[in-house]
């Protein structure tokens, strides 16, 4: 058995997380880590982030606020902790000289160059950038929605009534295989219960909660 859909919170998006899931089959619906700062007018305005340029897939490259080209300049290998190794396009505008909005645009105060010398640049996964983008149709569909509420409600749910209800708060055994063995023991109690509950409302065989209109 093996889950198809595969609901999770912003703390496990990553690239090598989307293609693992990708690879084996499953869908993601992982919330993206920039998903509730995105929705602020603050980060709708910075006119420096590249969810706010225009994309020309046809010449790949962005068009900035100033209507000036940022182009691909050369591609760069970054391993991660885990050996996974990514791909970044780097992109540049070669006319930033004398715009009036420099000082919105680009970013970072420790850069020794001065500002009048620095020009703009975008640093791309676009691997990352696409599987983000398939991510956010599914998690933003109503289907995902259900999904990830019913993620909220039965697996923060979950922790909830172990820690509180059944007064969880700590393992007896110490080592990997007794404190696995015990953590299985509380799944079994926990999910007995939960069956029990379910038998006794009529709501066996319905795996998730509604959404509410
Ligand atoms: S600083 Fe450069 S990239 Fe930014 S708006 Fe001005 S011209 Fe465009």
Redesign the pocket.
Known sequence: FRYQEIVADAGYESEENYLFLEKNGQSSFIKPMNYEISKTRKYKKD??KMENMEYDPEKDSYR???R?M?TVQYQRKQKTATGYLRTVTVYQ?H??KG?T??EK??KGNNCKTPMEKR??RLYVSKVMKQKREENVKRIISEYGNQLRMNRSIQAEGSFANVKEDMNFRRYLYRGKENVTAQSVILAIGYNINKLHHKIQNGRTGQHLFALKK
Request: aromatic share 6%; hydrophobic share 25%; proline share 0%.
């Open positions: 006119i420096g900035c606020q100033n000036k940022l505008c006319e930033c715009c909005f420099k645009c680009i020009e703009k």
